[in-house]
């Protein structure tokens, strides 16, 4: 990535309070990017948008994503050269409590945010980050290429599925060069596996239930499914690779706008129970105890993916192996606890990333 390449670059970022969009945000701010956010307020009390002041280098617009002419009208005030579309609903089991409230973000989302874009002529590139739960998983021990079946068991899941047949659709009939006369701008859509790192509170998620039960009066961390499989990869890695790919779209679009795996390496590959084990040894306090709900609803038990495509035509690598990002989210959250600037502390992990 060229970090010259983003100075002075308006970026829209949809979703930017949340866990994966505040990383992305701070990023851009630090490479010096105009940064505008269109989201719900944090959904979390503490969140990493609060702790980490993003209010101060990002332009939030607060609002619902399939609001067509609030998103308009956000498009036509900062003119972005570049959309970043990770506003969703991001939780499974939530996914149950409301399925229409899910596939109308995750799926109308999409259609409303590419819909816009077409009538916006100073974007460039949007990239659309969806999930690697948008494969119909058949629970097999390979790992699930772009070209493999789409779908999902769980309204979360499907959404997503759902969400990657959307920006096509949206894609082909109104973007170039595959719609006559269409927009210019250039589409690609990543699939990032389970991701960790500092700053994430939201409720029923691995790392944050561990981290709640570490710090908690307890001391009791309690896990579902011990042994259900994971690409795990601190957020950092799906992060770079999102600015990395958004500039190969502006900048040399030819055979990048299409979907793209993005996950750790083969053997980093874990059971939940290796990612709680590693954290609470890593924060040093804690004790696991296995809470599995019998009445609970189905989550899928083995999820991996191949990333080769991404190995092959970009060059891509991850950078953190499973023993690093497990170890950078534990000391995130110490620095937390410990009352640090947690903006200067997670500028400096961004920093020790690309130094990596």
């Known amino acids: 990535m060229n ?34 956010g269109l989201a719900h307020s944090p959904n979390s009390n503490p969140s990493f948008f609060h702790v980490v ?17 609030l998103l308009e009208e956000v498009l036509r005030t900062y003119q972005p050269e570049v959309v970043f579309h990770l506003a969703a609903q991001a939780l499974v089991r939530a996914s149950y409590r409301d399925p229409v409230g899910t596939f109308a973000t995750n ?30 998983n058949r ?59 500092g700053g994430d509170w939201s409720e029923d998620r691995l790392v944050p239930d561990i981290i709640r039960g570490c710090l908690g009066a307890s001391g009791e961390v309690q896990i579902r499914h011990p042994h259900a499989v994971r690409p795990w990869q601190h957020v950092m890695d799906p992060v770079a690779f999102y600015l990395g790919l958004a500039e ?6 030819e055979g990048v706008d299409e979907a793209w795996n993005i996950g750790p390496e083969a053997d980093d590959t874990r059971a939940v129970i290796d990612v709680a084990d590693a954290l609470v040894s890593a924060i040093g306090k804690g004790r696991i105890v296995t809470n599995r709900a019998a009445s609970g609803p189905h989550e899928a038990n083995l999820l991996t993916l191949d990333c080769a495509k991404a190995k092959a035509k970009l060059g891509w690598n991850p950078r953190l192996r499973f023993d690093q990002a497990i170890r950078w989210t ?17 500028k400096q992990q961004i920093a020790d990333f690309y130094e990596a």
Request: glycine content about 12%.
């Open 107 to 136: 799926v109308g989302g999409v259609v409303t945010v590419l819909d816009a874009i077409r009538r916006a002529p100073s974007v460039k590139a949007a990239l659309i980050v969806t999930s690697d739960k948008c494969y119909d």
């Open 139 to 197: 629970e097999w021990v390979w790992g699930y290429r772009e070209n493999d079946r789409l779908g999902g068991r769980d309204p979360y899941s499907a959404s997503k599925g759902c969400a990657e047949i959307a920006a096509q659709s949206m894609q082909l009939s109104y973007f170039s060069p595959y719609a006559a006369d269409g927009h210019p701008a250039r589409i690609a859509t990543v699939r990032a596996g389970n991701v960790i790192g």
């Open 330 to 346: 534990a000391e995130w959250y110490a620095a937390w606890d410990q009352g640090q600037d947690m903006r200067a502390f997670t």
């Open 248 to 253: 190969r779209l502006t900048t040399s679009p």
């Open 3 to 36: 970090h010259s390449f983003w100075s002075g670059k308006r970026v829209l970022v949809t979703g930017h309070t949340g866990f994966k969009g505040g990383w992305l945000s701070l990023c851009l701010a630090e490479l010096g990017a105009e940064v505008v």
């Open 53 to 69: 002041g993003a209010e101060h280098f990002v332009s939030s617009s607060i609002g619902e994503i399939n609001d067509l002419s």
